[in-house]
């Protein structure tokens, strides 16, 4: 088993993943600032980072964005 990944959403590299000296995790360390929330989090496996970059992405799609001529 490899000890690096590269993680890929939608074309797009999000960042990688390294195993950490234990042996039993992965640290993720973001390629693009749009993963940067995922930054250090450490992931069993690499398909669980892969993963939670998705679920990450599909959330901010989902935000609806401020209308600018909307008072407040």
Do not use: C, W
Not at 17 to 46: C, I, K, M, W, Y
């Amino acid at each position: 088993m490899s000890d690096a990944y590269v993680v890929q959403v939608g074309g797009q590299t999000a960042g990688i993943v390294v195993r950490d000296a234990s042996a039993e995790t992965f640290s993720f360390f973001a390629a693009a600032h749009r993963f940067n929330a995922l930054e250090g989090q450490q992931f069993a496996e690499p398909y669980a980072a892969e993963r939670a970059a998705r679920q990450l992405i599909t959330r901010r799609e989902s935000v609806p964005k401020p209308d600018p001529h909307q008072a407040f």
